[in-house]
């Protein structure tokens, strides 16, 4: 079976500026893949790519076989992508309820599928709920987290795009996040997981990408990145290489 996502040969300029130096990779249905890099590697502009957000210089993003390039942002949503973005970008001066109605925008007249969506959103955060007539900008920076997710949701989306959603958390709420995201891919979502925290990232994905200068240096599973030294040293803080010192000595 073809891959869900593909991504083949992609650049990504921004003016003379080279964001995205050819980079191919694919996500089958399914699969949590995660992506990883520093600050600045280009994560996030091949999110907003393939979200239709950033305009192709050259190479292709396809869906199930069907190109993306060129199309609009709302046209992509309602072929099956939603991204979640850095940084949670709720629009603070309206409520809860009012951030995930625009979620459904696309879908607002398919009103019981629009509802269910809604349902499934509250089930998996239940805060959401209890918080759903207040106005966002009032919520906690986790609350905000899990609405941004939750607007994501609710176009009931094949392919999730989570950008960085552990940035600037708790590690009790990040452990949290992390849970419900494991939570939807079990649901049957497929997602494009870009985070620096390496850890959790590896710990959650089927497979992984390293973008390092808007090239991929790295990929392979969860397992073979998380045992490869390289990614050890330079995403995983060495822990990994000062236990198996440990173990030896």
């Keep these: ?8 040969d992609l650049q990504i300029h921004y ?3 080279e964001a995205l130096k050819g980079i191919s990779l694919y996500l089958d249905e399914g699969e949590i893949v995660a992506v990883l890099g520093a600050n600045g590697a280009g994560k996030t502009t091949l999110i907003n790519a393939i979200s239709g957000l950033l305009p192709i210089s050259s190479g292709n993003v396809t869906l199930e ?5 060129g199309i609009p942002p709302y046209e992509i ?7 979640s973005p850095e940084g949670r970008k709720v629009f603070s001066t309206l409520t809860v309820d009012e951030n995930l109605n625009l979620g459904a925008y696309t879908q607002r007249k398919k009103k019981q599928e629009v509802g269910d969506a809604k349902e499934r959103v509250f089930s998996l955060f239940p805060i959401l709920r209890e918080r759903r007539r207040q106005l966002s900008g009032t919520l906690s920076g986790g609350e905000q987290q899990m609405l941004a997710i939750g607007r994501a949701l609710m176009s009931s989306p094949r392919l999730l795009l989570l950008d960085e959603p552990s940035l600037g958390l708790a590690p009790i709420l990040v452990n949290h996040i ?3 995201i494991r939570e939807i891919n079990s649901q049957g979502t497929s997602i494009l997981l870009v985070e620096q925290n390496a850890h959790k990232a ?3 994905a089927h ?3 390293v973008l390092e ?6 990929s392979g599973s969860s397992s073979e990145l998380k045992s490869n030294r390289k990614i050890q040293e330079a995403y995983l803080g060495g822990s990994a290489l000062k236990r198996k010192g440990n173990q030896t000595t």
């Design 77 to 83: 949503v309602q072929k099956g992508i939603s991204q």
């Design 202 to 204: 590896l710990s959650l």
């Design 207 to 209: 497979k992984g990408y």
């Design 65 to 69: 076989g069907n190109r993306l390039n």
């Design 15 to 17: 003016g003379a500026i």
């Design 178 to 180: 992390f849970g419900i």
């Design 213 to 218: 200068n808007g090239v991929i240096s790295t």
């Design 1 to 8: 079976m073809a891959p869900l996502l593909i991504i083949d």
